[in-house]
């Protein structure tokens, strides 16, 4: 680790590309072999940037060797869990990693939970120990608990440990959902579904591909994702928090990304700064966007601005890789679709009963891949709905194949609600209400009415808060491209749509709101 000054700041090297073959076997049979490997192979190739902090991938294995010694003085062996609950850091990947070594399973909490959800994940993963930011309060059923600011000194500690001889059918992390509707769920990972994640990715990762990260490290995108970075030798530069456009702008220059990722909401935030235009980044070579819908629009707007292709991924948290788009894609594609199935990755579409519907009918979405989950951790009710005996994860999704194999989401099944006998899939009618140029950001949810049965408000960001689109502007783009009951009946203007930990829009907490306005309304 060392300071970051433009003295020593060193560009990303000259073979960096995006959709190259990856540098190191994803056939190892654990993560410590492949970070292993790596540290022997490009041992000063940078892991990490995180502001005045930089990590090549020998740091990276040495201080988290020393952080796993710790780990076992402090009670945990292998197969232990052990739970990771700070922010985004270099210190989170060092704990990630050590708990590796270690041959313990490593689950990360987001912080921006609750006290009762990160009490119940506590208390159900029966963890030996877990990572806390020096303020958190201990939660109920504490096991031995380690303050972040211990990590600079046990990063540096003389004490090694040796790493652990595992097999790939060990469990190796916990990935727990987000809990908008419930407790949240632990999705468990074999060493070797995250292998296979490698192979499922798609063409984005690239050797030494410099990539922005601006989800939080308890989110699949990194838990799942840490093969794929070691396997292609990529440096992981962390985001600021909070998010502003300002340093992500800053990130984008100064680090020479590649690979660029942001909600739609982060694009248009970025596309209004006004130093974009005079930004070199000619480095840039793949735009990623995900979590919601981005209006074409916006798609081409952003590949402009970039000089390179944007691209849509979909998955979830049972499944680190589903979908995704192609460079080359038409924008059209981009937002009307999430794209075909990754390598190695089977998609079918179901009706209530689980049998396959026609093709371009819409159903359930039901995934198979060596990189699904295995199931939920201690909840073998909730994993015997999900998974069938064959393998296929039964998702909470709808959608359909268009005439090339591309996805067209359909809205999740939690969300689809009945207006006059009518189903409504929200998220047909917000891709539609996302194409008004004055609407930066919509999501529709449905609420209880009289006689009806439900009605829909779309929840609306303005480009121009000055100059919104109107309830009559909206109904009207609906009218024109779909059925008369899919309009919505009400339009409320926000200046940011909620989000949950995950950063996905919280459609429980709009549903929450919608319910409150009815209720004043009377």
């Not at 629009?297 to 390179?308: C, G, K, P």
Request: aromatic fraction near 6%; hydrophobic fraction near 45%; charged fraction near 20%.
């Amino acid at each position: 680790m060392t300071p970051l000054s433009s003295q020593q700041f060193a560009p990303a090297p000259a073979t960096t590309q995006v959709g190259g073959p990856a540098i190191l076997s994803a056939d190892l049979p654990t993560f410590s072999d492949l970070l292993s490997a790596a540290a022997g192979t490009f041992p000063d190739q940078e892991a990490f940037v995180h502001g005045g902090e930089r990590l090549n991938y020998d740091e990276w294995l040495d201080q988290s060797l020393r952080v796993a010694a710790v780990f076992a003085d402090r009670g945990a062996k292998p197969g232990d869990i052990i739970l990771i609950g700070i922010e985004s850091s270099i210190d989170f990947a060092v704990c990630f990693a050590a708990a590796q070594l270690l041959g313990a399973i490593a689950s990360g909490v987001n912080t921006r939970l609750g006290r009762r959800e990160i009490d119940s994940i506590v208390e159900r993963s029966e963890a030996a120990l877990i990572i806390l930011e020096d303020g958190a309060a201990v939660p109920a059923a504490s096991p031995q608990v380690v303050r972040r600011s211990e990590l600079a000194a046990l990063r540096r500690r003389p004490v090694k440990a040796t790493p652990h001889v595992g097999d790939p059918h060990d469990l190796a992390v916990i990935i727990w959902t987000s809990g908008t509707t419930g407790l949240p769920k632990g999705a468990c990972f074999t060493h070797d579904n995250l292998r296979n994640a490698v192979r499922t990715a798609g063409p984005v990762a690239g050797p030494f591909a410099r990539k922005l990260s601006s989800v939080p490290f308890a989110h699949a995108g990194f838990m799942s994702k840490g093969w794929e970075q070691v396997a292609f030798g990529m440096t992981l530069v962390i985001s600021s928090t909070p998010w502003t456009a300002d340093a992500m702008l800053r990130l984008l220059v100064e680090e020479r990304i590649s690979i660029a990722g942001a909600v739609p909401t982060q694009w248009i935030k970025l596309l209004a700064h006004p130093g974009l235009a005079a930004a070199d980044l000619s480095h840039v070579q793949v735009g990623i966007t995900a979590t919601a819908p981005a209006s074409p629009e916006l798609i081409e707007q952003v590949s402009h601005a970039l000089d390179a292709p944007l691209i849509v991924r979909y998955s979830m948290t049972e499944c680190p890789s589903m979908t995704g788009t192609r460079v080359g894609d038409s924008a059209e594609v981009q937002y009307r679709t999430v794209g075909r199935a990754q390598d190695g990755v089977e998609l079918k579409m179901l009706d209530d009963d689980r049998n396959e519907v026609p093709h371009g009918e819409v159903g359930r979405i039901a995934v198979r891949s060596p990189a699904v989950t295995i199931g939920y951790w201690q909840d073998p009710e909730r994993t015997a709905e999900a998974l069938t005996p064959d393998g296929w994860l039964i998702t909470s999704d709808y959608g359909r194949f268009d005439d090339n194999g591309n996805v067209i989401l359909a809205g999740r099944s939690n969300e689809m609600y009945i207006r006059g006998g009518y189903n409504v899939y929200p998220i047909e009618v917000e891709r539609v209400i996302g194409e008004l140029p004055s609407v930066a950001a919509v999501a529709v949810v449905g609420t209880a009415a009289p006689a009806i049965g439900e009605v829909g408000i779309a929840f609306v960001v303005p480009v121009d808060p000055q100059h919104p689109p109107t309830l009559t502007d909206v109904r009207a783009k609906v009218l024109a491209e779909l059925a008369d009951y899919k309009a919505p009946d009400q339009l409320v203007l926000l200046d940011a749509l909620p989000l949950t930990p995950m950063m996905k829009v919280d459609k429980h907490a709009l549903k929450q709101r919608a319910a409150a306005l009815k209720s004043t309304r009377g």
